[in-house]
């Protein structure tokens, strides 16, 4: 692999700038194996997992990657603010234990104090020798300054409102987010872009605009790994770039309308979404939901994807993806550069 060097890969010590990020019900210990075996960083999304099932992951990520005890596992968890709001008050608190299972970065979102939490592993790590890398999602300049200046984080996700699953629901389009949170942090730390991109020649598109690296959560949704069934990845894999929407009504029937205000999540818009649409109360949709549920059925699963799941249309071994994404960035990288005469 040739590498594309960024602010990033020498922080994350990577050879691309690739991520796959930190999704629940989706992230798999093969999954984050694969892509960070494969040169670029896998994030693992931590959900409600419980600290014995956390630690049960990155177990399992040391042991196939074959890191002795002690060593950094080249890995991040990905924690969602108000479910750790629940978890850290409670007899199993989840962040100390992983962070003494030193992965290499920690990632947050969607809460609406993510400032303590990230001053939690700050403390934590100021007992040892080893640093996380804190990363914190924002769907605004705004965001990304109070991230930067107020709680010292490592690196900036800005997430454009194509991302599929949760942000920000008034967050503007990636490539308009961008400019203005680039030009807000001019000397802050490393921003990585988020939200709608499936193909190398976005990633390289986002490093032209200036960022040192891309998330990619759809995409790998496309994957063996991943944890979704066989029957979701068929969606998947007939969605158009039509196929989402972003609301709280994929929330209100998989009863996980927890999200801060100004947040919701897209997702493949099927009869959840018509159902709503159509104004029907929500105990009716739970109910059809339910109903439709128990009987296996497809047409009424809550399936969290971005607007790029219509831009894939196999599923395909994890390494093989970041192989693909790498390989099409560079070409597009010289393609670009070709221009110049």
């Given at each position: 692999?040739?590498?594309?060097?960024?602010?990033?890969?020498?922080?994350?010590?990577?050879?691309?700038?690739?991520?796959?990020?930190?999704?629940?019900?989706?992230?798999?210990?093969?999954?984050?194996?694969?892509?960070?075996?494969?040169?670029?960083?896998?994030?693992?999304?931590?959900?409600?997992?419980?600290?014995?099932?956390?630690?049960?992951?990155?177990?399992?990520?040391?042991t196939k990657l074959n890191l002795?005890?002690?060593?950094?596992?080249?890995?991040?968890?990905?924690?969602?603010?108000?479910?750790?709001?629940?978890?850290?008050?409670?007899?199993?608190?989840?962040?100390?234990?992983?962070?003494?299972?030193?992965?290499?970065?920690?990632?947050?979102?969607?809460?609406?104090?993510?400032?303590?939490?990230?001053?939690?592993?700050?403390?934590?790590?100021?007992?040892?020798?080893?640093?996380?890398?804190?990363?914190?999602?924002?769907?605004?300049?705004?965001?990304?300054?109070?991230?930067?200046?107020?709680?010292?984080?490592?690196?900036?996700?800005?997430?454009?409102?194509?991302?599929?699953?949760?942000?920000?629901?008034?967050?503007?389009?990636?490539?308009?987010?961008?400019?203005?949170?680039?030009?807000?942090?001019?000397?802050?730390?490393?921003?990585?872009?988020?939200?709608?991109?499936?193909?190398?020649?976005?990633?390289?598109?986002?490093?032209?605009?200036?960022?040192?690296?891309?998330?990619?959560?759809?995409?790998?949704?496309?994957?063996?790994e991943c944890r979704y069934t066989?029957?979701?990845?068929?969606?998947?894999?007939?969605?158009?770039?039509?196929?989402?929407?972003?609301?709280?009504?994929?929330?209100?029937?998989?009863?996980?309308?927890?999200?801060?205000?100004?947040?919701?999540?897209?997702?493949?818009?099927?009869?959840?979404?018509?159902?709503?649409?159509?104004?029907?109360?929500?105990?009716?949709?739970?109910?059809?939901?339910?109903?439709?549920?128990?009987?296996?059925?497809?047409?009424?699963?809550?399936?969290?994807?971005?607007?790029?799941?219509?831009?894939?249309?196999?599923?395909?071994?994890?390494?093989?993806?970041?192989?693909?994404?790498?390989?099409?960035?560079?070409?597009?990288?010289?393609?670009?550069?070709?221009?110049?005469?």
């Amino acid at each position: 692999m040739q590498p594309i060097t960024t602010s990033l890969t020498k922080l994350l010590n990577i050879k691309t700038p690739i991520l796959a990020a930190p999704m629940a019900f989706a992230s798999t210990a093969e999954l984050t194996v694969a892509v960070s075996g494969s040169g670029a960083f896998g994030f693992f999304g931590a959900g409600f997992d419980t600290s014995a099932q956390l630690k049960e992951t990155i177990q399992t990520v040391r042991t196939k990657l074959n890191l002795p005890k002690g060593v950094p596992v080249p890995m991040g968890f990905g924690f969602i603010g108000w479910i750790l709001e629940m978890t850290e008050s409670s007899d199993d608190p989840r962040l100390a234990t992983i962070l003494d299972e030193l992965p290499v970065a920690i990632w947050f979102a969607f809460g609406v104090d993510l400032g303590k939490y990230v001053a939690q592993v700050r403390a934590h790590d100021a007992k040892r020798d080893h640093k996380t890398v804190v990363f914190v999602i924002v769907n605004s300049a705004t965001d990304a300054v109070r991230a930067a200046n107020e709680w010292g984080v490592d690196v900036i996700v800005a997430q454009g409102n194509e991302a599929g699953g949760h942000g920000g629901s008034i967050s503007p389009p990636l490539f308009d987010l961008l400019p203005d949170v680039l030009a807000a942090l001019p000397n802050g730390p490393p921003v990585v872009a988020a939200g709608g991109v499936a193909t190398g020649a976005q990633v390289a598109s986002l490093l032209a605009l200036g960022v040192s690296g891309v998330v990619l959560g759809t995409r790998f949704l496309f994957t063996n790994e991943c944890r979704y069934t066989d029957q979701i990845k068929s969606v998947l894999v007939d969605a158009d770039l039509r196929a989402t929407q972003r609301s709280l009504c994929f929330d209100e029937v998989n009863r996980t309308n927890y999200w801060p205000p100004l947040h919701d999540g897209r997702a493949i818009a099927n009869q959840i979404w018509d159902d709503f649409t159509s104004g029907l109360s929500l105990e009716e949709r739970l109910k059809k939901h339910d109903e439709s549920n128990a009987k296996g059925e497809k047409d009424r699963l809550v399936i969290w994807a971005g607007v790029g799941a219509g831009l894939t249309k196999t599923i395909s071994p994890a390494a093989d993806v970041v192989k693909e994404l790498h390989e099409g960035t560079l070409k597009a990288i010289k393609a670009t550069s070709a221009l110049l005469g």
